[in-house]
């Protein structure tokens, strides 16, 4: 297996999920982190248009996702465009991800029209600066994702900590990097990356035991004002759990030239 689904040969809207898809929660579910990027991989090659990409996009996990065939559905949301200048407008993209049990994932992306020329605007949407590169890091034992199986997501990518750890309760800066293409035969593109990465904040950031908790992301939004380059993506992570069983996680995100945007997770907690 090279990778975390492979397309079916006769119909081009199934996908065939293999091992490494597989999360910590269930040997027979996925990591959200998988999915995600699967519906970053439709969404990116879905009518491409010159000078837009996708801004913001908002995942919504519906249910456990079994290690199962996957169909994907994308379309337009039938809108007028918001035009900003001329030539320039907002398209909503809708995707979803089914088993033979129902809806399991969806998405909504806005895909908006890039400033051609660049605008001259005052100051910067994003903070400046950046962390220690992945090159800087030397994983070790302590760094190991705390699952039992042997294959799954977490063999399928590599984390490089600055600070913290996955065993280590509170805030962590971690470098994510995948290891084989979410889809067979292809290669990710800027937002299959970042929601593959973006999905462990709160694994990365966790403040609970693994053993004696489960802090399951029931959703996952991402904003990019920049396009992310190169194959590592820094998430600089803080989980906030509450009491009622209810947490969040805010992660910024990096790329190795500086920040991309930021990411964020509604969280629900629990005693396994």
């Not at 001329?86 to 809708?94: D, F, K, N, Y």
Request: with cysteine.
């Amino acid at each position: 297996m090279d990778a975390l689904y492979t397309p079916d040969p006769s119909d081009p809207d199934l996908f065939h999920s293999t091992e490494l898809t597989r999360g910590p929660w269930s040997p027979d579910a996925q990591h959200a982190g998988a999915p995600s990027a699967l519906l970053g991989h439709v969404i990116e090659r879905y009518r491409p248009r010159p000078g837009y990409r996708v801004a913001r996009v908002a995942v919504e996990i519906l249910g456990p996702v079994p290690i199962a065939p996957l169909r994907a559905e994308v379309r337009i949301v039938p809108a007028e465009a918001r035009v900003a200048q001329p030539g320039r407008g907002a398209e909503l993209i809708e995707a979803t991800l089914s088993s033979d049990r129902g809806p399991v994932l969806t998405a909504r992306a806005w895909r908006l029209g890039r400033a051609d020329p660049e605008m001259d605007v005052p100051g910067e949407l994003l903070p400046t600066g950046t962390h220690p590169g992945p090159e800087t890091v030397t994983p070790g034992p302590e760094h190991a994702f705390p699952s039992n199986q042997p294959v799954g997501f977490h063999t399928a990518v590599d984390y490089r900590f600055v600070s913290g750890a996955f065993q280590t309760p509170g805030p962590a800066v971690c470098w994510i990097r995948l290891r084989c293409p979410v889809v067979a035969g292809t290669a990710p593109g800027p937002l299959e990356r970042t929601l593959a990465a973006a999905d462990f904040g709160n694994g990365v950031s966790s403040v609970l035991p693994w053993g004696r908790y489960f802090f399951i992301n029931t959703d996952l939004t991402v904003t990019l004002p920049r396009e992310p380059v190169g194959e590592w993506v820094c998430l600089d992570a803080v989980t906030h759990p509450e009491r009622s069983g209810i947490g969040m996680v805010d992660a910024r995100l990096f790329d190795e030239k500086g920040p991309i945007g930021r990411s964020a997770q509604t969280l629900l907690l629990g005693t396994r």
